[in-house]
């Protein structure tokens, strides 16, 4: 027989992914209840986790950069002394805690601005090595950690000079809301900065001190865990096919605290391409990002459902195994037996005809093919299987109907979420303050490339070259990938020099009076431009286009849904999703949330965030406005995200999604079994009975191929060697005359 064919497999294998799905039903949906925290609450913490670590990373690199750049130009042109060099690079850069330039033969510190700098902790003679001017952190006398950066400054004739600049690791615009706290891990799973959480020495109140030291206790040890959970390798601390941030991360349910529970994500720094480590992920950073939320009392986790579920399974596959095995298998290993005792000559006894179906059509045949070969004529005997009767591919749909009758309830009506689904207000709080930091982050992306070309700009003198200028541009443009194209315009819009693609601005226009702009020319997509002027030239400037692809790639942030950059006329700039140039938001309410965020409370404006209920459809939407200094402020964009509920682990959409799941884990298996077993046996059988009926009403020239070495096959094959065993018309006619003759004589 063969492994595949045959009547046994499909029945076997239906009996077991039913037993399978009931007890996967019976664990699954017995645990789909409510839960304390939500499943979605503790993946939104991971993702502001995330946000965290990849801000921090985007942070220090682009200072390494910014300060790596700002030196090679330096050391490009005529020596600058130390004092004009840290002046420069302080009035165009405000990042830095502290500034000097050190002379690396002697050691001598020749200027410096901001705070002191630990220079006794570095190593002149190391600076030489692969890594020696790799940044790196220093701990301070009042324990504080800063993170050094190294350039250098050469100067033909003139000793090599050491530019050093220190910077926090804090979060740059990172929102908080009013109870999150958030820390910079190292690799030790020591805390080396943190915000959010208050000096206990500062509060008044027993009850507020005493929560301040839980939270700080708490946040320790979330610490130590997400610094050896960081460790692990980015492929194996993920689910298959989970996508998303590239680095480590995860989330931490901590201790329950007046009935609180704290809740962490954690994500380790990591580059923007896979595979891709940057200065800032080589120091082994971990942001650690912790919220208290409020546990539901009455929340329950009930099984009965999954049981009952389960149950019903079990009754229902049990029926429709047990019909097939008494009105299929059955029958048919009877044939197979009966088949097999006529063709090797035993005819003594009757064949067993079964009681319907394709398979008492054969059993008849049969019988009527036994008395054929004892000497009856080959017409039609008394007692032929009729057509009409029940056959198997009505069986089939009879089985296939009680599996759909099990299956297609949990697809279609039972656990239906409705519109009574209970949002935590965390994840509202969570969507608004995740778009509030994400706004910052666009802000200073286009307030960083400003200052880059403020900087570039305050380099090139009256007296520089079209040459020289295009090699200061095409260094920028190869360390810094937002821009498009650079070029300098003198007064009247010609252009002096340029690297990257041409120029898009206005032909014959003079550098616009506005720091940052943006320039609808029909095209394709909007043009970002920045303008520096340039100091000594009589209204020239060097002039940037932002890529908009850096823009959209700064919007991409798991777990936000839909976001759009909006102007102040409430039109698309830019989108981490498809979008077309200048077109509004897909719903008024939207609008609405982005006009009345935009409008100012007191002195600035502030972020909001809303949950709509439109009938069983959900949404949690937030905006937030530019907000702070810079050249981009002027901008005045909106950036607004949005998520349907149904998409995040909330326990009723959980619940949902997996009746959904076993209701059409049912089908499949219905339809993968029965559906075999139609091709591999029915069809067949069907076709088998015709030849069976054919042969026994003297059909003799007909050969009977098996098709498949099974249980049907081995009766064809016992038909064949019938057939070959009965008289031909010819033989029945030689034997009548011969008899005829016998009886004369």
């Known amino acids: 027989m063969s492994l595949l064919g045959g009547i046994r497999p499909p029945i076997a294998v239906l009996s077991v992914l039913l037993l399978a799905l009931a007890g996967v039903t019976a664990l699954t949906l017995g645990r789909a209840g409510q839960e304390a925290v939500p499943k979605a609450v503790k993946l939104s913490q991971q993702h502001f986790a995330e946000d965290g670590a990849i801000a921090l990373r985007a942070s220090i690199d682009e200072s390494v950069t910014d300060l790596t750049r700002n030196a090679e130009l330096f050391s490009a042109g005529e020596p600058v002394p130390p004092d004009a060099v840290l002046d420069k690079i302080g009035s165009v850069y405000q990042k830095w805690r502290g500034t000097a330039v050190v002379e690396i033969s002697s050691g001598k510190l020749l200027a410096a601005r901001g705070e002191n700098l630990p220079l006794t902790a570095v190593d002149r003679g190391k600076l030489a090595d692969e890594d020696g001017l790799a940044p790196r952190m220093v701990r301070l006398e009042n324990g504080e950690t800063r993170l050094l950066a190294f350039a250098?400054?050469?100067?033909?004739?003139?000793?090599?000079?050491?530019?050093?600049?220190?910077?926090?690791?804090?979060?740059?615009?990172?929102?908080?809301?009013?109870?999150?706290?958030?820390?910079?891990?190292?690799?030790?799973?020591?805390?080396?900065?943190?915000?959010?959480?208050?000096?206990?020495?500062?509060?008044?109140?027993?009850?507020?001190?005493?929560?301040?030291?839980?939270?700080?206790?708490?946040?320790?040890?979330?610490?130590?865990?997400?610094?050896?959970?960081?460790?692990?390798?980015?492929?194996?601390?993920?689910?298959?096919?989970?996508?998303?941030?590239?680095?480590?991360?995860?989330?931490?349910?901590?201790?329950?605290?007046?009935?609180?529970?704290?809740?962490?994500?954690?994500?380790?720094?990591?580059?923007?391409?896979?595979?891709?480590?940057?200065?800032?992920?080589?120091?082994?950073?971990?942001?650690?990002?912790?919220?208290?939320?409020?546990?539901?009392?009455?929340?329950?986790?009930?099984?009965?459902?999954?049981?009952?579920?389960?149950?019903?399974?079990?009754?229902?596959?049990?029926?429709?195994?047990?019909?097939?095995?008494?009105?299929?298998?059955?029958?048919?290993?009877?044939?197979?037996?009966?088949?097999?005792?006529?063709?090797?000559?035993?005819?003594?006894?009757?064949?067993?005809?079964?009681?319907?179906?394709?398979?008492?059509?054969?059993?008849?045949?049969?019988?009527?093919?036994?008395?054929?070969?004892?000497?009856?004529?080959?017409?039609?005997?008394?007692?032929?299987?009729?057509?009409?009767?029940?056959?198997?591919?009505?069986?089939?749909?009879?089985?296939?109907?009680?599996?759909?009758?099990?299956?297609?309830?949990?697809?279609?009506?039972?656990?239906?979420?409705?519109?009574?689904?209970?949002?935590?207000?965390?994840?509202?709080?969570?969507?608004?303050?995740?778009?509030?930091?994400?706004?910052?982050?666009?802000?200073?992306?286009?307030?960083?490339?400003?200052?880059?070309?403020?900087?570039?700009?305050?380099?090139?003198?009256?007296?520089?070259?079209?040459?020289?200028?295009?090699?200061?541009?095409?260094?920028?443009?190869?360390?810094?990938?937002?821009?498009?194209?650079?070029?300098?315009?003198?007064?009247?819009?010609?252009?002096?020099?340029?690297?990257?693609?041409?120029?898009?601005?206005?032909?014959?226009?003079?550098?616009?009076?506005?720091?940052?702009?943006?320039?609808?020319?029909?095209?394709?997509?909007?043009?970002?431009?920045?303008?520096?002027?340039?100091?000594?030239?009589?209204?020239?400037?060097?002039?940037?286009?932002?890529?908009?692809?850096?823009?959209?790639?700064?919007?991409?942030?798991?777990?936000?849904?839909?976001?759009?950059v909006v102007d102040a006329k409430r039109k698309v700039i830019g989108a981490n999703y498809g979008y077309q140039e200048f077109e509004s938001l897909p719903s008024g309410r939207l609008d609405a949330l982005a006009e009345g965020t935009a409008q100012k409370v007191g002195v600035s404006t502030r972020p909001s965030g809303v949950l709509y209920r439109d009938g069983d459809e959900i949404q949690i939407a937030a905006a937030a406005p530019f907000a702070g200094g810079g050249a981009a402020s002027s901008l005045n964009w909106t950036v607004v995200s949005w998520q349907p509920a149904s998409g995040l682990a909330i326990p009723e959409y959980t619940l949902q999604n997996r009746t959904v799941l076993a209701g059409l884990l049912g089908i499949t298996a219905a339809a993968a079994c029965l559906g075999w077993l139609h091709i591999v046996v029915v069809r067949p059988l069907r076709h088998l009975a015709d030849r069976a009926e054919a042969l026994a009403e003297g059909d003799r020239r007909t050969v009977l191929y098996p098709t498949h070495h099974d249980e049907v096959g081995a009766v064809t094959r016992s038909l064949e060697l019938i057939r070959q065993q009965l008289p031909t018309g010819t033989q029945r006619k030689r034997d009548g005359a011969t008899a005829g003759l016998a009886g004369r004589n």
């Open 152 to 564: 250098l400054l050469t100067w033909e004739g003139k000793p090599q000079q050491l530019l050093v600049a220190s910077s926090s690791l804090r979060f740059p615009g990172i929102s908080l809301g009013k109870f999150r706290s958030i820390a910079v891990v190292g690799q030790d799973g020591h805390i080396l900065s943190d915000d959010g959480i208050a000096d206990p020495l500062q509060e008044d109140g027993d009850g507020r001190r005493e929560r301040i030291k839980q939270a700080d206790k708490q946040l320790k040890a979330f610490a130590t865990s997400a610094a050896k959970k960081s460790r692990t390798h980015p492929i194996m601390s993920k689910e298959p096919g989970s996508g998303g941030f590239l680095g480590v991360s995860g989330h931490l349910t901590g201790d329950r605290y007046l009935g609180e529970r704290y809740v962490a994500g954690y994500a380790g720094l990591a580059g923007p391409e896979a595979g891709k480590a940057t200065d800032a992920t080589r120091l082994g950073l971990t942001v650690v990002a912790m919220v208290p939320v409020a546990e539901d009392p009455t929340a329950t986790t009930s099984s009965a459902f999954g049981l009952l579920a389960a149950a019903a399974l079990l009754l229902i596959g049990g029926v429709t195994v047990f019909l097939l095995l008494r009105t299929v298998q059955r029958p048919l290993i009877q044939l197979f037996l009966e088949g097999r005792r006529l063709s090797r000559g035993d005819l003594d006894r009757p064949v067993s005809v079964p009681r319907s179906g394709e398979a008492a059509r054969i059993g008849a045949a049969l019988e009527r093919l036994r008395r054929q070969l004892l000497g009856a004529p080959a017409d039609k005997q008394p007692g032929s299987a009729r057509r009409g009767r029940f056959g198997a591919r009505t069986l089939i749909a009879v089985c296939a109907v009680l599996l759909l009758a099990w299956s297609a309830p949990l697809m279609l009506m039972l656990n239906r979420a409705g519109d009574t689904v209970v949002v935590p207000q965390q994840m509202v709080n969570d969507q608004r303050e995740r778009t509030d930091t994400l706004t910052d982050r666009v802000r200073r992306a286009l307030n960083e490339g400003h200052a880059d070309l403020t900087s570039v700009a305050s380099l090139i003198g009256d007296r520089t070259e079209a040459s020289e200028m295009s090699k200061v541009l095409e260094s920028t443009m190869h360390q810094h990938t937002r821009y498009q194209s650079l070029y300098v315009l003198d007064a009247k819009g010609k252009v002096l020099a340029k690297a990257g693609d041409d120029p898009r601005s206005p032909s014959g226009k003079g550098p616009s009076d506005k720091a940052v702009r943006v320039l609808d020319e029909g095209g394709k997509e909007p043009v970002i431009i920045g303008t520096a002027e340039m100091s000594g030239r009589q209204g020239a400037a060097v002039v940037g286009e932002f890529r908009i692809e850096f823009l959209n790639a700064l919007l991409k942030r798991p777990g936000l849904g839909q976001v759009r």
